[in-house]
């Protein structure tokens, strides 16, 4: 489906939704059916160079415990995501220079002999680096915009520009990765025209997933004082993502979990078809916070069982 910038800033204005929700929905059922992948999030280092304003894990955060995960530790608990019965691990962390891309190569390479995929989401690299990462097995790669204003952007990344993200995202097309894009609701700043040129973006990137939520302040961020993203706005920039991406990954975005449980449900009946869970281990869960969450301590297997159920009770079948 193609839409102009004007519609779409149209159609999020909208008094009235629910027809969109329903074509979206009705467009998910076709296209990706009712499968809900669960994928396992591996969150393996909360240090991070750069400055992003809402993110609780910026490096200017001296108060926040920082910790990485040994590679051996990584591989291991991506052993035991799979045996509890997942086939997808995503690894994520801040922009952390101390694992070298040999050393996350070599990750990918052992988790990849479980026969799981692979995505990474650990932020901007060189094209050779995102190369030499898929060569080494890497199926999928997330890297989400934020937004696409630029000077929006310039603001919320003082020490980065949306030209270097974007140019990413588009090296990570041209290598061949399934790539991920996305972008947060409710940035200070952020106007319905921003949101339409966000999904705009995603949609000439030829992103394979997107990753929308709602921004969550960070009390220890210079952005704490923010308002929280609309969770009604999120839904609709997701139904709207399904209608221009039809056969994306898209996933109902933790932090929309976080503003308000009940939503889960309703995101996966606007388009949704994917859920990540976190298969941290407990002690470095807490630590990994890019924004405030409540997070459960059980174990991975135990885990991956809750969210199985949660998507049957949705009649919707988990993979
Ligand atoms: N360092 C990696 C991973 C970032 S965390 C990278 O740069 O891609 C994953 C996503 O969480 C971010 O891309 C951002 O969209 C989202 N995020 C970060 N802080 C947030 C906040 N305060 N509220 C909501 N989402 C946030």
Redesign the pocket.
């Known amino acids: 489906m193609t839409y102009t910038r004007k519609q779409l800033e149209t159609f999020l204005a909208l008094e009235d939704f629910q027809e969109i929700y329903a074509q979206a929905d009705a467009l998910r059922a076709e296209t990706v059916g009712d499968i809900v992948h669960i994928r396992a999030l591996l969150e393996f280092s909360n240090h991070?160079k750069?400055l992003?304003c809402?993110?609780?894990?910026n490096a200017t955060d001296k108060n926040l415990p920082r910790f990485r995960m040994d590679p051996r530790d990584m591989i291991s608990t991506a052993q035991e995501a799979c045996q509890a019965g997942y086939k997808t691990i995503v690894l994520?962390?801040?922009?952390d220079p101390w694992y070298t891309p040999d050393m996350i190569g070599e990750v990918v390479k052992q988790i990849k002999k479980t026969g799981m995929a692979v995505t990474l989401?650990?932020?901007?690299h060189p094209e050779s680096v995102y190369q030499y990462w898929r060569d080494c097995g890497a199926d999928r790669y997330?890297?989400?915009h934020?937004t696409s204003d630029p000077k929006l952007y310039a603001t919320l990344h003082p020490d980065s520009s949306l030209e270097a993200r974007v140019a990413c995202l588009r090296s990570l097309k041209r290598i061949g990765y399934e790539t991920g894009g996305?972008?947060?609701i409710g940035l200070p700043g952020q106007t319905l025209s921003t949101i339409a040129g966000d999904l705009l973006l995603l949609q000439e990137i030829g992103c394979d997933m997107a990753?929308i939520?709602?921004?969550?302040?960070?009390p220890d961020?210079p952005?704490r004082e923010a308002t929280?993203?609309s969770t009604e706005l999120t839904k609709r920039a997701v139904a709207l993502a399904r209608l221009l991406l039809p056969r994306a990954n898209l996933p109902a975005?933790t932090?929309l979990g976080v503003l308000d449980d009940a939503q889960k449900e309703n995101v996966f009946s606007c388009g949704a078809n994917v859920i990540m869970r976190k298969v941290t281990p407990n002690n470095l869960k807490k630590l990994y916070q890019?924004?405030p969450a409540a997070f459960s301590d059980v174990d991975i297997r135990t885990g991956r069982l809750e969210t199985e159920a949660e998507i049957r009770s949705l009649n919707r079948t988990p993979v």
């Open positions: 991070c750069r992003c809402y993110c609780g894990l994520q962390s801040g922009e989401s650990c932020g901007e997330l890297l989400e934020e996305g972008f947060m990753g939520g709602p921004f969550i302040p960070h961020t952005l929280p993203g975005t932090a890019i924004y």
